[in-house]
């Protein structure tokens, strides 16, 4: 499995710029997709934020294995200066808890001092979204496509709390190698960066090992296939894409499986556990477990 690296120029640039502005910053907000908590965690933010308080957000929890998110909450609030909340677009009123929480992590500030907090997040993760509904009207734009945001914008929530709003941005080498696929899986990789077929075989592979249940029953089989790409040839057999003489359209059948992932068309799942995550950091890779308080 190759290593995925998207980095375009106006991440490199929203990277900066991020470091230059969180010097001012009291509160950190990551937006993370609660499917690959850890995957969509940016391991450039532990070192741009210091010890300033984080907010992680898990967002699009209704996508998400809730027992599997659950889990994910308690590992990531296991971390030094570190809260965690799980969200959706669809509960507008838990989306404001947000700022209640963030209130209570920066503590009590005068009047004249009032709170500069930055969001942060992948692309496509939904980020845009979160601040139209704290802003309570449209302020920020949204897309069901990365990289959207191209410039840092300020936000007033309340009298007491800006929020400066910034590019999706990832990390120049998207390592392990899994990371990088699941995190295109989930859309944060544009597709035409990496071969769409290769994301597909990787994602049934994964769903096979993580939810055979939700397999068979969004398709229709009675047993999964061993092979991978036994089972992406029975899921295009399902869907219709097996043309003249046999010959299987994969490159169909990678955009159907994929729409139908990101979608939640297959319910509700996981791509990875805290279990996932390696004992030993990669420099240049999300943080590892090693980073959690004692």
């Keep these: 499995m190759r290593s995925i690296n998207w980095y375009p120029g106006h991440m490199n640039k929203a990277r900066r710029e991020i470091g230059q502005a969180m010097r001012k910053v009291d509160l950190v907000i990551e937006v993370l997709d609660a499917r690959i ?4 965690e940016n391991p450039l933010v532990a070192g741009l934020r ?8 898990l967002h ?12 994910w909450l308690t590992w990531l609030e296991a971390h030094r200066g570190i809260r965690a909340l799980d969200l959706s677009r669809d509960e507008p009123a838990r989306v404001r808890e947000v700022l209640t929480l963030g209130r209570a ?37 949204t897309a069901n496509k990365p990289a959207v945001t191209r410039m840092q914008q300020r936000v007033r929530l ?66 999964l296939p061993e092979e991978t790409t036994e089972l992406m040839e029975a899921l295009a057999a399902r869907r219709g894409c097996v043309g003249r003489r046999g010959m299987v359209n994969y490159h169909r059948i990678s955009e159907i499986l994929l729409g139908e992932l990101r979608r939640g068309k297959l319910g509700r799942l996981s791509l990875e556990t805290p279990a996932d995550v390696p004992a030993q950091p990669d420099e240049e890779g999300p943080s590892a477990a090693s980073d959690t308080a004692p």
């Design 37 to 40: 908590p850890w995957s969509s």
């Design 60 to 71: 699009k929890r209704d996508l998400a294995d809730q027992a599997v998110t659950g889990h």
């Design 50 to 57: 210091g010890e300033t308080p984080c907010l992680k957000l």
């Design 105 to 141: 992590m920066v503590g009590p500030r005068p009047p004249e001092k009032p709170i500069h907090a930055m969001i942060l997040g992948i692309p496509n993760v939904g980020k845009s979204t979160l601040i139209n509904l704290l802003a309570g009207r449209t302020v920020a734009k």
């Design 158 to 223: 309340a009298a007491d709390l800006t929020l400066i709003d910034t590019p999706g941005f990832l990390w120049p080498k998207l390592s392990p190698p899994e990371c990088g696929y699941r995190l295109a899986a989930t859309g944060a990789v544009r597709d035409a960066v990496v071969a769409l077929d290769e994301v597909a075989f990787f994602a049934a592979a994964e769903l096979r090992r993580r939810y055979p249940e939700l397999l068979r029953e969004r398709y229709g089989l009675d047993e």
